[in-house]
């Protein structure tokens, strides 16, 4: 993508960070985030050299987003409060920022005539499912508040489409991991949490026993995916996963072969509203959108893992 006008919701966070990171070379970019969950040191080098343009506020503030929507060519709505458990403890929040947030997103898209706009949806839409890899045309069944915030979000992507001939892609996330992601939170995920762990000697938490799958995502992969996404001509849900499934504890094995430490691990009770299973089947982004995952687990974990022992002797 080159010499477009882009806006990043949620810019300050991990995946709008690597995102923006990316874009601002060729393109204008600004970020709407209102630090809820981001970082503004993710982008703070970007502010500086004026490659970016952020804009602290909600997206919720219809009348902020016109502003910072004029004339753009595409949004990439990335904002939102990203944590299953933390939707099951405050619901209303989550709720306001993937809906009220995407709708507001959708409505200044609308009126200011942005060519389109790609929306960041999740895995979490398909809930348990007795058949695997996961498929689009599968029928979802969110099992947390996050999760149907997101699958409401999709269905507000497709009504827009429908009614006003807004342009929308909704991007499935499938257990994205890689450099800038928060490693400390107490919802943090469990890549990151994995390398901390590792790094500093301590066990890996596991909730459960261990066997649960995901399909784990390197963040470039999902920022190439957006730029496919927004300069097709497609609508629709896509997966977006490296389309292998792997357990949380061979996830562990990995992570303390790279990072060279002994591998201690602390079992806890599973958290309510998580899956067991995670798979996607990604032949529809292939097919539509020329996606294809470019980076192997060990590959994306060796440079996330290089990315935070560099931060780490910062
Ligand atoms: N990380 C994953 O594995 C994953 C998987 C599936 C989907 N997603 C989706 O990808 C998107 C980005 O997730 P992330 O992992 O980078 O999380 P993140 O928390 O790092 O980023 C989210 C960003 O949105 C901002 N934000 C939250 N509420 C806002 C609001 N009301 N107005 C403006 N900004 C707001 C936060 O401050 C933060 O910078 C989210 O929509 C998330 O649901 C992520």
């Given at each position: 993508?080159?010499?477009?006008?882009?806006?990043?919701?949620?810019?300050?966070?991990?995946?709008?960070?690597?995102?923006?990171?990316?874009?601002?070379?060729?393109?204008?970019?600004?970020?709407?985030?209102?630090?809820?969950?981001?970082?503004?040191?993710?982008?703070?080098?970007?502010?500086?050299?004026?490659?970016?343009?952020?804009?602290?506020?909600?997206?919720?503030?219809?009348?902020?987003?016109?502003?910072?929507?004029?004339?753009?060519?595409?949004?990439?709505?990335?904002?939102?409060?990203?944590?299953?458990?933390?939707?099951?403890?405050?619901?209303?929040?989550?709720?306001?920022?993937?809906?009220?947030?995407?709708?507001?997103?959708?409505?200044?898209?609308?009126?200011?005539?942005?060519?389109?706009?790609?929306?960041?949806?999740?895995?979490?839409?398909?809930?348990?499912?007795?058949?695997?890899?996961?498929?689009?045309?599968?029928?979802?069944?969110?099992?947390?508040?996050?999760?149907?915030?997101?699958?409401?979000?999709?269905?507000?992507?497709?009504?827009?489409?429908?009614?006003?001939?807004?342009?929308?892609?909704?991007?499935?996330?499938?257990?994205?991991?890689?450099?800038?992601?928060?490693?400390?939170?107490?919802?943090?995920?469990?890549?990151?949490?994995?390398?901390?762990?590792?790094?500093?000697?301590?066990?890996?938490?596991?909730?459960?026993?261990?066997?649960?799958?995901?399909?784990?995502?390197?963040?470039?992969?999902?920022?190439?995916?957006?730029?496919?996404?927004?300069?097709?001509?497609?609508?629709?849900?896509?997966?977006?996963?490296?389309?292998?499934?792997?357990?949380?504890?061979?996830?562990?094995?990995?992570?303390?072969?790279?990072?060279?430490?002994?591998?201690?691990?602390?079992?806890?009770?599973?958290?309510?509203?998580?899956?067991?299973?995670?798979?996607?089947?990604?032949?529809?982004?292939?097919?539509?959108?020329?996606?294809?995952?470019?980076?192997?687990?060990?590959?994306?974990?060796?440079?996330?893992?290089?990315?935070?022992?560099?931060?780490?002797?910062e």
């Amino acid at each position: 993508m080159k010499n477009k006008k882009v806006v990043v919701t949620g810019g300050a966070g991990f995946i709008g960070a690597n995102i923006s990171e990316t874009l601002c070379c060729s393109n204008e970019v600004t970020i709407v985030d209102d630090l809820s969950t981001g970082r503004i040191s993710n982008v703070l080098e970007f502010i500086e050299s004026k490659k970016v343009k952020f804009v602290k506020g909600s997206v919720t503030d219809l009348s902020l987003l016109k502003e910072a929507f004029n004339g753009a060519d595409f949004v990439l709505h990335q904002a939102a409060i990203p944590s299953v458990p933390r939707s099951v403890l405050d619901p209303i929040k989550t709720n306001e920022a993937g809906i009220t947030g995407t709708l507001c997103v959708l409505v200044a898209a609308r009126d200011c005539g942005v060519k389109k706009v790609v929306y960041a949806s999740s895995s979490s839409v398909y809930g348990e499912m007795s058949t695997l890899p996961k498929r689009e045309d599968m029928e979802p069944k969110p099992m947390s508040p996050y999760a149907l915030t997101k699958l409401a979000g999709e269905h507000y992507c497709r009504i827009f489409t429908e009614l006003y001939g807004l342009k929308t892609v909704a991007l499935r996330y499938f257990n994205v991991y890689g450099p800038r992601q928060d490693p400390v939170s107490e919802y943090a995920a469990v890549v990151p949490k994995f390398i901390d762990c590792a790094l500093k000697g301590e066990a890996m938490p596991i909730y459960g026993d261990g066997y649960q799958t995901r399909d784990f995502t390197y963040v470039k992969d999902v920022v190439r995916a957006n730029i496919l996404a927004a300069e097709s001509e497609v609508t629709g849900v896509y997966n977006i996963a490296g389309g292998k499934k792997v357990s949380i504890f061979e996830l562990a094995r990995i992570v303390s072969e790279i990072t060279g430490s002994e591998m201690r691990v602390q079992f806890l009770e599973p958290r309510t509203g998580d899956v067991r299973e995670s798979w996607a089947d990604i032949s529809k982004a292939k097919r539509d959108l020329g996606f294809e995952p470019k980076y192997s687990l060990r590959a994306g974990l060796e440079e996330t893992i290089k990315w935070f022992k560099c931060r780490e002797r910062e």
